[in-house]
């Protein structure tokens, strides 16, 4: 039982997207599932599907998937973030000169990080 469980975590984990990027989160209220105050990239790999969509460092995440970022719980927003292999993922994002505009990227192969797993960290 215990090795058929194991496998099926690896296909599951294997099947989970990458889309190149990771993000600071500051919120407010209960540490482990806060309101997002603001989303920023922090780092977008070159060469890998947020790159190619032109999401750069410094851009604000103001929605994923249609859903606002800002004024969002950490546990509403993070799995909007998680897709499978070829799925898309749709952010509106505003730059540092205040233009906005939407990017989609599609997942590759392994995801990189989630909100969650920023705020989680700290």
Known sequence: MLLLAIAAMAVAK???????????????????NPT?????VKQVVAGSPAGT?????GDEILEVEGRAVPGSRADAV???M???VG?????????????VYAAYAAYAVTLVATARAQIERG
């Not at 990027?21 to 209960?30: A, E, K, M, R, S």
């Not at 997002?36 to 920023?40: D, K, M, V």
């Not at 969509?53 to 460092?57: S, T």
Request: proline share 2%.
């Open 14 to 32: 294997a099947e989970q997207g990458y889309v190149g990027l990771t993000v600071d989160v500051d919120g407010t209220g209960f540490l482990l």
């Open 53 to 57: 969509a032109d999401i750069e460092a």
């Open 82 to 84: 998680e897709k499978g």
């Open 78 to 80: 993070a799995p909007l």
């Open 87 to 99: 799925q898309s993922l749709t952010l509106k994002l505003r730059r540092s000169n205040g233009a």
């Open 36 to 40: 997002i105050t603001t989303a920023t």
